[in-house]
């Protein structure tokens, strides 16, 4: 039980400082190591399952062995956090320096040839936008022509009430 708990608070500890750790050049090797280290860890984790299946006390063999597999998978993947930082933070270097270099480019004057014309030529100023005012609303056409669909829609009505019902009711149910 000391063995479990200690090697939990390792792992925790590991996992809490490890962005404290320098980033290292061998990236690419420290990441082989680290998939060999998590696939052996594996293999031994299997191990130690089946050994509990030939014991007595099947389940307290089995969580001793989950618990040390946890601890120890837990500092694997606080090095595999540190390396992950390591390379993004070098990859957001690259990327700051080729911005910089984008813009240290468009920022130089180009050298001008004599005999060719300038690459852009300087946009004119616009006239400035006239605004329309709104249109004016005719109360008296907005009026007529919502009297003349009522009209219809009386008209359609009173046909509708006219016309003989041909077909039958629906039975109930």
Sequence with gaps: MRAWVSATCLGVAVAAFAWLLPPTAQAADNEAALSQAQAALAARHA??????AQRFFVNDCLHRADASWR??????????????????????????????ERLAERAAPQPRVPGQPQSAPTPRPRAPR??????????????AAYELKLRDYAARRASAAQRPRDAAPLPLP
Excluded: G
């Excluded at 191990?47 to 509990?52: E, G």
């Excluded at 540190?82 to 070098?90: K, T, Y």
């Design 130 to 143: 006239v605004l329309q005012p709104p249109p004016v609303h005719d109360a008296s056409a907005a009026r």
């Design 47 to 52: 191990q130690q399952r089946a050994a509990c």
């Design 71 to 100: 601890a120890a998978d837990a500092a694997l993947r606080a090095r595999r956090i540190v390396l992950e930082r390591a390379r993004r933070a070098e990859l957001a270097r690259q990327e700051r320096e080729r911005v910089a």
